[in-house]
């Protein structure tokens, strides 16, 4: 049982570049999400879905693009890389509230460095 | 809007007992979670709770009240595998149930 399995591990980025970070899930989850964490800031939303075919912004959206063609995955886009981007990223994803209790499950995450 | 309190850090001593506060804001709660977090690795699932009320699950053990805002986590027979990150999240179901996240408790095991 994989779980989340995010890729890559770690990357580094040259300003201006774009790249996109990969999430996949085989839990037949409908939620699934991208948080960010920066020391002192905890884990951000940046965007979620609550099923394919739907997503929507979280707190941090901007520079950051998502989709969900799928129920298993949810890659996350980068347009433009930015300094401002360097971060740890995690995917989590969980079953969707009608479920009673929706634990997240998350990936192993992935180190950005924007150069 | 949503707002997660909860202190930064926190010492305690092996085999004490220690109780993490967190308060929070919201316009539509719909439960709250406890994560823990060792450094370095990805968040897991401690507790949930979405009544008022203690959930006790071995050394760990959570409380909720809803009409006042908080909750908090309380470790018991502390060991040194305990120091981590301990974090707050809500649900919020205004918000299509988004789960946000408090920066954190940073809890520090002496021997």
């Known amino acids: 049982n994989a779980g989340v399995t995010q890729t890559p591990k770690f990357q580094v980025l040259k300003t201006g570049q774009s790249m996109t970070l990969q999430c996949a899930q085989d839990?037949?989850?409908?939620?699934m999400s991208w948080y960010r964490q920066d020391p002192g800031m905890g884990l951000r939303l940046i965007h979620y879905s609550v099923g394919a075919g739907i997503t929507d912004q979280g707190e941090v959206p901007n520079g950051y693009n998502v989709s969900r063609s799928t129920t298993e995955d949810f890659p996350l886009r980068l347009l433009s890389a930015a300094p401002s981007q360097t971060s740890v990223y995690f995917c989590?994803?969980?079953?969707?509230?009608?479920?009673?209790?929706?634990?997240?499950?998350f990936g192993q995450g992935t180190r950005l460095t924007v150069v | 809007g949503q707002n997660i309190d909860q202190p930064t850090e926190m010492t305690a001593t092996e085999g004490a007992i220690v109780q993490i506060n967190c308060t929070y804001q919201?316009?539509?709660?719909?439960?709250l979670f406890w994560y823990q977090q060792h450094a370095g690795e990805a968040p897991t699932f401690l507790s949930y709770?979405?009544?008022?009320g203690l959930e006790e699950k071995g050394r760990f053990s959570s409380f909720l009240s809803r009409s006042k805002g908080y909750s908090y986590l309380l470790l018991k027979e502390l060991q040194m595998k305990d120091s981590a990150s301990y974090l707050c999240?809500?649900?919020?179901?205004?918000?299509?149930?988004?789960?946000?996240f408090g920066k954190g408790t940073r809890l520090h095991i002496l021997p």
């Open positions: 989590a994803s969980s079953y969707s509230k009608d479920r009673g209790n929706t634990e997240a499950f």
């Open positions: 919201t316009s539509g709660f719909n439960g």
């Open positions: 709770n979405v009544l008022d």
């Open positions: 839990m037949n989850h409908e939620y």
């Open positions: 999240a809500v649900r919020d179901q205004d918000r299509d149930d988004k789960i946000i």
